[in-house]
């Protein structure tokens, strides 16, 4: 069960620890790639934008120029000034086409340098159709794809000298020069960038990964350190302090659990000095009251041996006495007077009862000091032989008796139990008294080490008063209204000294008007049963 629990805390540690440090290492990884690529991002959004808008101005300026070099220029064909205006701009390595077209938008020139700019451009102008054109006035984006920006811008007559300078919505517009440029460093700065970006973060993560988990193991060292402490802790070891653990949380955690083992072992010294005290008092008290009991015993035994002696010593006197008393009864009865014949009556009365007396006390004494034969007895049939013998009693009194069940075969000494089984079943009869329901049962059971057997009866009953001195010699149950039926209280004495020698013990449960059940037990090592003889059950 220890060992068990041992395991599962081990397990369950070990796991909880590797889920620790796994968790906070993937936390701590994320929490450094997030951030990282979010910025790296960022930064190639915002490089894309500025390099647009560069684009988008470089078209710009180079639109209206080309406007400003086109004026008085816009003819069909385009004349050679014109064309010579638009072969300087293509030498601009950027430009993806020029178109010149007059001012209702019919195209008087067109200069391709890139196809598929000018296909992306065709198909804006597809979709967008005229009327997305703008104010024509103004120069305006017509179009921004990946790095591709188209520009219009538009071209109005030159000033005459006459007329001086002219504002905007005066002057004759004359056509618009739209042109593309394209810009594949751009593209390819702007791809550099990402792809650079990318392996920076990339690169910040899978060098962070290691250096989390050095950092994790370290922040962790202490509470390994723990962990490993408590484990021993809980298997009953002493562990060594924690050391070296960082002056934070942690690190007062291992103080604190510092403190605590020590306080721990001092409770522990302490504990196992009071249980070795105790152990000391322990035995010195067994061996005293092992002194006390022998003591006891022996005191016991000499006081038998001299009640053993002084009945055997008065058994002679008093018998003698008992015949004398006798004697002269029968020689003098008629001569005597009736006062002295009454008191020889008397002292053959008191002769009578002390030797009865006396008889008891050795017997009860010869059952303590002599074993007795032991032979197999049939229990079974011993009590059936006691039932006939007591079938006139039964018969008289309308008491039904049974045997419940197989009784055992076992080594004793017949007379002995015999007498157990006699006193028990003539007290049930002696007790029944006026009860309405009259049954006597005896029954056994066998158990483990013991035999137990056991004399029910539904009779008078004894009152819990009378219950802890029936046992005793001369005892009877002066609470429970039987004591007028005559006894000398010594029949469960006997049987409680027979039951002991046999390693048995013997007591009784009742309640008083419902009846009572003997129970008494046979030491089966004592008894040494012997295999069953087939015997016929009680009618
Ligand atoms: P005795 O019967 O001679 O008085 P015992 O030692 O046999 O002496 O019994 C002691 C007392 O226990 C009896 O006086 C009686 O009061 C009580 N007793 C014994 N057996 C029974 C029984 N079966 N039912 C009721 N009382 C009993």
Known sequence: MTEHHDNKARGAGGRRRSTLQRKLVLWTVALVSLPTFFCAAWLTVMTRTALERNQGQAVSVVAQTAAVALAGRVSEPLGPEGRSVIEGLALDK????????????????????????????????????????????????????????????????????????????????????????????????????????????????????????????????????????????????????????????LGMLADSFNDMTAKLQDFRAQL???????????????????????????????????????????????????????????????????????KLERIGANVKAQTDLINDLLDLSRIRTRPGKRLPVDLHILVQELIETLAFDLDRTSITMEIRGRLPVI????????????????????????????????????????????????????????????????????????????GRGVGLASVKTIVETYGGRIWVESRLGQGSTFHFTLDKRMVSPVPPVAVPLAP
């Open 94 to 249: 950027r430009l993806s086409f020029l178109l010149v077209v007059d001012a209702e938008f019919k195209p008087i020139h067109l200069r391709v340098i890139d196809d598929h700019s000018w296909g992306v451009f065709a198909q804006w102008q597809k979709q967008a159709g005229r009327a997305a054109m703008g104010a024509l006035q103004r120069p305006i984006v017509l179009g921004r794809e990946q790095n591709l920006t188209a520009w219009r811008a538009p071209i109005w007559e030159p000033p005459l000298p006459d007329r001086g300078s002219l504002g905007a919505g005066e002057r004759k517009l004359m056509g618009f020069v739209i042109l593309a440029m394209h810009d594949p460093t751009a593209a390819a700065t702007l791809r550099q960038l990402q792809a650079g970006a990318l392996t920076a973060a990339c690169v910040a993560c899978l060098l962070s990964i290691p250096l989390v988990v050095i950092a994790v193991r370290r922040w962790t060292a202490p509470l390994r350190m723990l962990l490993a402490a408590t484990q021993r802790l809980a298997q009953g070891q002493t562990p060594a302090p924690i050391a070296g653990a960082p002056d934070d949380d």
């Open 411 to 486: 080594h004793a000494d017949r007379n002995r139990l015999r007498q157990v089984f006699q006193n028990l079943l003539d007290n049930a009869i002696k007790y029944m008294l006026d009860a309405r329901e009259r049954r006597i049962i005896v029954a056994c059971r066998e158990e483990e080490e013991t035999w137990l057997l056991s004399v029910s009866d539904t009779g008078r009953g004894i009152a819990e008063a009378d219950l802890p001195q029936i046992f005793h010699l001369y005892r009877r149950a002066t609470h429970s209204g039987s004591h007028q039926v005559p």
């Open 272 to 342: 196992q000095e009071a249980n070795a005290s105790l152990e000391d008092k322990v035995q010195q008290r067994t061996a005293e009251l092992e002194r006390a009991k022998r003591e006891l015993e022996s005191e016991i035994s000499e006081k038998n041996e001299f009640l053993r002696a002084v009945s055997h010593d008065l058994g002679a006197p008093l018998r003698n006495i008992g015949g004398m008393a006798a004697m002269l009864l029968a020689k003098y009865k008629a001569v005597l007077a009736d006062d002295a014949l009454n």
